[in-house]
């Protein structure tokens, strides 16, 4: 910027000078020559210009001497260099951004078909290497980090990830970055340019596979619900198996405790409020004859006893 405004001095001067010429050549009797110290002033001034460059803060210069670049950058700053023969090239080294606008289709390590899009990387150039990128890199302000090149990094990153993972910007971001940065390095040398950070706006499968996933996902949904109400009849047949065993339990545990508390006196006496006073004699197997008229006399006995047992007590 002060290089501008001494060359504008430089030619106010000389135009001063040739406006005065003008007014001598129209009053002869006039003396002096203004015009020539004015044009000695101005060409002074642009030779001044001419001698320094001034880097501002984020970039770095690159010196030429008849086109030959100098292999060393110089910083940001007030810079001295030789009028007309050498210049100082800017080069910037602030974050700068690439935007990729269109469609990578790629596949994922699943071999499933899916595209991203609206990929940004921010990127810088290392000050120590500012003079080997002009010499090396044609236009290197719009082909110093390619279209290809970030598809391709997209593309090998998302070979490596599951149908899950490539979707997930917190996956496919950071390898994409890597693998971009690896490429720059193998391209450009180590540490030449400086990959920040990688933005994907847009990430999703092809149609075809996001409708099988729905259809999957509906499926998974419908033996979910199955399960469900299998897993309840299940429950549901435990629990009535459970309460018959319970009762089954609880009716061998009284009938047990019947049959423990039934002496042959009780049951005996038991056969004999069923019996109708008839006094028949019982055939069983081999013409066996059971008399029921000792069980009779048995019995008799019983309640004599148990009554002599009474009034003793009373």
């Known amino acids: 910027m002060l290089n501008h405004v001494i060359i504008f001095l430089a030619v106010v001067v000389i135009v001063a000078g040739?406006?005065?010429n003008y007014q001598n050549r129209k009053n002869p009797g006039r003396k002096g020559k203004p015009h020539i110290v004015g044009a000695i002033i101005g060409m002074i001034l642009i030779i001044i210009?001419?001698?320094?460059?001034?880097?501002?803060?984020?970039?770095?210069?690159?010196?030429?001497?008849?086109?030959?670049i100098r292999e060393e950058t110089v910083p940001n700053g007030f810079n001295f260099h030789l009028p007309f023969i050498q210049s100082i090239k800017q080069v910037c080294n602030k974050q700068q951004d690439m935007y990729f606008s269109g469609q990578i289709w790629s596949e994922t390590k699943n071999r499933t078909a899916i595209y991203y899009d609206s990929v940004n990387v921010t990127?810088?150039?290392?000050?120590?290497?500012s003079a080997w990128i002009c010499a090396n890199v044609a236009d290197y302000e719009n082909n110093l980090i390619t279209q290809s090149l970030i598809a391709s990094a997209v593309k090998s990153s998302s070979k490596e990830l599951a149908d899950e993972d490539a979707t997930n910007r917190s996956k496919i971001e950071?390898?994409?970055?890597?693998?971009?940065?690896?490429?720059?390095?193998?391209?450009?040398?180590?540490?030449?340019?400086i990959i920040n950070k990688v933005v994907i706006g847009n990430a999703d499968f092809d149609e075809s596979y996001n409708n099988a996933i729905a259809e999957k996902q509906n499926a998974q949904l419908a033996y979910e619900k199955q399960q469900i109400e299998n897993q309840k009849l299940i429950e549901q047949?435990?629990?009535?198996a459970k309460a018959k065993k319970i009762a089954a339990q609880g009716e061998a545990e009284a009938n047990e405790i019947l049959t423990s508390s039934l002496s042959n006196d009780i049951f005996t006496q038991m056969m004999l409020e069923k019996w109708n006073g008839e006094l028949p004699k019982v055939v069983g197997e081999g013409n066996a004859v059971f008399d029921i008229s000792s069980m009779l006399g048995q019995s008799s006995e019983t309640k004599a006893e148990a009554k002599t047992e009474t009034n003793q007590e009373n």
């Not at 460059?53 to 030429?64: L, R």
């Not at 047949?237 to 009535?240: G, H, R």
């Open 18 to 20: 040739l406006m005065l």
């Open 49 to 68: 210009a001419n001698t320094f460059t001034i880097i501002p803060t984020g970039y770095t210069g690159v010196v030429t001497t008849f086109g030959q």
């Open 174 to 193: 950071p390898l994409a970055m890597e693998k971009l940065q690896e490429s720059l390095d193998s391209k450009y040398g180590e540490s030449t340019i």
């Open 237 to 240: 047949a435990e629990a009535e």
């Open 123 to 129: 990127y810088q150039i290392s000050g120590t290497r």
